[in-house]
């Protein structure tokens, strides 16, 4: 792979970009490697100095034989090297990326998923059911896993929802490398906010939901700055799919058709719901069988462009809770737009299980354990309701934490979802970083209705685990929410080990 400087002046200057050309001491004709860390430079580098960037970074990448810089800004540190100014550093590194992986985007039938929630679940049923079809040619990129091809060792951890641009366009290239065709990717608000996914066209986008996260000092400044970057993904898109049950649907709707004809728009909700507008949706979905195990539902067709995917009938899903009812349904409109027919995906649905989400612990002598990535009101409320509506005369014991230096909105709104639904809530610590996980819990239970609500602040969370499990008896339910198979803490700037509230769960249930 390489990018000659004669491609990088035509794109940078083809958007827009392009301050000036400082000349360095040799002017580089073509690249071989690109990077944004300075620890990673080797020869023929070009260097994109980004983010929270020192410029003792650019005399480090320079020392390692770097050729060039692309920044907002010039640096003397910079000084013989051949420096690229541009307006939006992010915006650029995207586009260069793209084209340094040679478009591996142009190779792949991408599928984008954005929502505040059911995103993961989302992918995961997309994932499975395209995968089966291409017979293992489909990669995934969620907030769980990447898998950029077939073999054990093309499957790693994710750090990122979606990850810089960089780092994105090298694994859809090796995704192309390892024969896949598809690709099921999570798209976030911080995506489109950071210009990760700058100039990427999806060929299919879904709109699950939207209601509000991410709103902090480190994320999004207001409601309406994570509503538009989340409708990015619909100006970005071939044709969408969208949720008509979300909050906002109609500035969602609009953001599509300002963009999009309506054969290339996909509506659905769940069966006689009363949309905020009148208009007509594509698909109706209703529940046809609900308990703590799984699920069923029914979906009809009521559009011209709907009938052609053939999609009316019943579908079983090996996941419970109503709410991944509405996730099923885009997986499984997406998956026929991606190729799919209807038996293939009643074959390949019921077999789909999404790692931390729903995952259950039956005990002997105490409750059923349930262990869901659940961290901000919309899904920790869903999670609870649902379980509530299954077992209204047991005790509903909740486990959970919040993160530290990002997703603040969400600790009002962890308070405000178990004191709706819970019965007993130990806060305890999740992702803290630089933050005081003792003064995360105390702003959760703020919000907690004490006088109904025993709650209990633990901050190991192992230990908390054990104690929430142990205080259950037979026919109560134990929620361990936040963390899922998360096998990592970030605390104090550092990433320690963590058993993952999974494999305590498996662990104590099987000693009690």
């Known amino acids: 792979m390489a990018l000659t400087m004669v491609q ?132 995934l990129f969620s907030t769980i896993d990447r898998i950029v091809g077939p073999k054990p060792e093309q499957r790693f951890k994710s750090d990122l929802t979606t990850p810089e641009s960089l780092d994105l366009f090298h694994d859809m290239a090796a995704a192309v490398a390892n024969g896949m065709t598809h690709l099921v990717m999570e798209v976030s608000s911080q995506a489109f906010k950071k210009d990760r996914v700058y100039g990427l066209k999806y060929d299919l986008g879904i709109f699950l939901n ?70 007509q949706v594509d698909f109706e979905f209703e529940e046809t069988k609900q308990d703590l195990k799984e699920s069923a539902i029914a979906i009809n067709t009521y559009s011209q462009k709907g009938e052609r995917l053939e999609l009316d009938g019943g579908y079983q899903l090996g996941i419970p809770g109503d709410y991944n009812q509405e996730n099923a349904v885009a997986a499984v409109i997406a998956s026929a737009l991606a190729g799919a027919d209807a038996a293939q995906i009643k074959e390949y649905l019921p077999a789909v299980r999404v790692p931390g989400r729903m995952e259950v612990f039956p005990t002997k002598e105490h409750g ?41 909105s969400r600790r009002s709104g962890l308070g405000q979802a178990i004191s709706e639904e819970a019965d007993v809530a130990i806060l305890t610590t999740d992702d803290p970083a630089t933050e005081d996980p003792l003064q995360i819990a105390q702003e959760i239970a703020e919000h907690i209705d004490q006088k109904r609500i025993e709650v209990q602040i633990i901050l190991d969370r192992k230990t908390a685990v054990k104690k929430a499990i142990m205080m259950s008896k037979p026919n109560e339910i134990v929620v361990l929410a936040g963390k899922g198979r998360d096998a990592t803490q970030k605390v104090n700037g550092k990433l320690l080990s963590y058993e993952t509230d999974a494999k305590l769960a498996a662990d104590i249930s099987k000693e009690i």
């Not at 309406?224 to 008509?244: F, G, H, P, T, W």
């Open 8 to 139: 990088i002046l035509t794109l940078l200057s083809e958007h827009n970009l392009l301050i000036e050309k400082h000349p360095g001491k040799i002017t580089p004709e073509k690249f071989t490697h690109v990077t944004y860390d300075s620890r990673q430079v080797q020869p023929e580098t070009l260097f994109f100095c980004k983010g929270n960037f020192k410029p003792s970074y650019l005399q480090q990448a320079k020392a390692k034989g770097a050729a060039a810089y692309v920044a907002e800004t010039a640096y003397a540190e910079g000084a013989e090297l051949t420096g690229l100014i541009v307006t939006n550093v992010q915006q650029a590194m995207s586009l260069l990326g793209a084209a340094y992986y040679d478009f591996p985007q142009n190779k792949l039938f991408i599928t984008g998923i954005t929502g505040t929630k059911g995103k993961t679940t989302t992918a995961y049923f997309a994932h499975s059911i395209e995968d089966a079809v291409t017979t293992g040619k489909t990669a």
């Open 210 to 279: 939207i209601s509000p996260d991410h709103i902090g000092r480190n994320e999004h400044p207001t409601f309406a700055d994570y509503l538009y970057c989340k409708e990015q993904l619909l100006r970005n898109s071939k044709q969408v799919i969208i949720n008509a049950e979300s909050q906002h649907f109609a500035e969602i709707y609009a953001a599509a058709k300002g963009s999009l004809l309506d054969d290339q728009i996909y509506l659905y909700a769940r069966k006689n719901l009363l949309i905020s507008f009148e208009t």
């Open 368 to 408: 059923t354990i349930y262990v869901d990535y659940a961290h901000n009101y919309a899904s920790l409320k869903s999670l609870l309701k649902f379980l509530r509506e299954q077992t209204q005369d047991e005790r509903l014991i909740v486990l959970t934490g919040s993160t530290g230096d990002k997703g603040i």
